[in-house]
């Protein structure tokens, strides 16, 4: 810290126009993360805004109403301190992640920002959701290449003396009355270099805004943007067409209407989203800037199992990653329905292929001249004839002058026989790969072993409630397996009772359904049923609902004891009919009690106690954070090796 003579380290800014709702939240945030002092801009507000913000600690000015963006301008023109944070009045800071950006902008003196993870939330919801992380590295080219913020502008801490450098530069800032905030990254990241970590570093709310309110004015502003700044400092970009421009503005309005519970209104703006988005296709995309050099474009297959929320949500991730390595990512997922693609999160720019064929041939048609990245299926990958067809075609684009490849996250079991050739010859040839399991890594001989990509998601540890907030004990089984033993469920229920639980049968596949539900019925617990009518995405709000209420979740579905474990419930798979799998996908996160029992009869399953209960809750948030860290690791030395060559 600075000698009390000079001024306080860091200063929070918050323009607010009639937000007296949130602002006495946002400013306790500021305070509660060790601002000095908090600015509040008072935008020509008629409620009580600046009354509440003064009480609750703020430095109040007052203006009338002429944007965020100038109200901004003026707050960060009134500091005097090393470090800014620009707060939205709707959002809060939390400490931990804000702690976290001060010290590596301590450690780094040149560096512009520093920014950790966000969690989304709704109006009065108190768990929120950790959002992905969508650019592997923030600098001017990935934020005009992208076409949006690498975080909400809380997200980040500022130093003060980068930011009226930033002010200097050529060309003069636009200062939008939309999208002020990206702007203002843009010129960060050309003055300085922008840090990035993994602790959560603000709260933010998803469901309104000028963006979304005025969500085709936002991101027409975007695009004047990023074609300013494109044409004068020469990265050449494709600017939106027109209707991609409106299928994303009613995707972020539905988005902004799911998340407060208007789902007849979502689904509408949704449906036009895609409509919109058909029609893109017929417009010829224009780019700017540049001197010439080919941008990358990523082809990734992520097709799975239709009625298995686990291979939408695994596979989720992924995508983004994906997507935030190249100008557009060209996607199969087969003859997939929507209920499955929601589970995916598909963008409005991505490409979409239902068929394999015509996907590849797109790949190898640009891989002859220009950069693509490759990026086989992650999850289950079976060795199979079908499988090694596919595979070595793969294989052979892979052999293409300006085609590099990225495998991360697969598990692929089997035997060394002539069909697994093309697996090995395609890991081998990778330039990095991943496999969920030790198994698939002896197996393939190349890569290393990684966490599956679903540890990626859930809430953020900090945020786990603990065991006396939880009141079930969650079972998550196989309808294609043999039926559990009567032994078994009398062991389920004794562990459910002796803690005074609820047994709740999740399905989390929907042919897993009728298990579920009989289970419940002989052991007098409750059910979750995957509806016919729910989505993936709706299902896996439900099933992490409910994860979030156990205490801990047995089963031999591998995503559905994943998914219980970012939420905070114990994973065992201590299940008879189990062969393995659990085990080998658990070992590679320091887990290994989960399969320690996996398989074995139930006169061989233990009881579980208070106290093992004790150490595998408090051993639980290191081991989840660790392997989230692992992911995290793993997409950084990707960012290293991967990026397509452009020369021949």
Known sequence: MRDSGDSERLTVVIAAYNAQRTIADAVASALDAGAARVVVVDDGSTDETADRAQKAGADVLRQENTGAAIARARGGASVDSEFVVFLDADDLLVAPGVARSIEMLT???DAAAAGGRVVGFA???????????????????????????????????????????????????LRPRFAEDYEMLVRLARSGSILRHDVVAMRYEMSGGKSVRSAQSALKCKEQIREHYASAWGIEIQLMSTWRRRAAANKRIARANRQAGHRLRAGARLALAYAEGGLSFIEKP??????????VEVFEWAAGQDDNIGDSLLRRPSLADARARGTRLHVFHGESTRTFDTGLGLAPGDVSYRAFRPWLAAAARRGVRQPTLLIPNAGEVKVSRRGAARLASLWAVSLLPHVRVLWMGAGVPGDRTVWSVPYRLLARGARFATFRDADSVMLLGAGRTA??????????TSEWSGAALRSR?????????????EEWLEWASHLAEAHRLTPTFVAQVRRDNDLAERLAIRTGGESVLFAETATHADHEVRVREVYRESVIAVGDRLHGLIVAATEGAIPLGWVESSGGKIARHFDVVDMPEVGRF??????????????????????????????????RDAQVIADEVVTPRTEK
């Open 123 to 173: 109006p009065g919801q108190r768990e929120g959701t950790l959002l992905p992380v969508t650019f592997p590295q923030v600098t001017v080219e990935t934020l005009l290449t992208k076409g949006y913020s690498a975080w909400p502008p809380a997200a980040a801490v500022i130093r003060v003396a980068k930011l009226r450098a930033a002010e200097t530069l050529e060309p003069a800032a």
């Open 286 to 295: 224009r780019t700017t800037g540049g001197a010439g050099q080919a941008s």
């Open 451 to 460: 966490p599956d990509w679903a540890f990626a998601l859930g809430s953020p």
């Open 473 to 485: 004990a969650a079972f998550i089984l196989r309808g294609d397996r043999r039926e559990p033993s």
């Open 598 to 631: 996996e398989g074995k009869s139930a006169a061989q399953l233990p009881d579980i106690t208070d106290g093992d209960l004790v150490r595998w809750s408090a051993s639980l948030p290191r081991r989840v954070d660790g392997a989230r860290s692992r992911i």
């Open 107 to 109: 450690e780094v003196p």
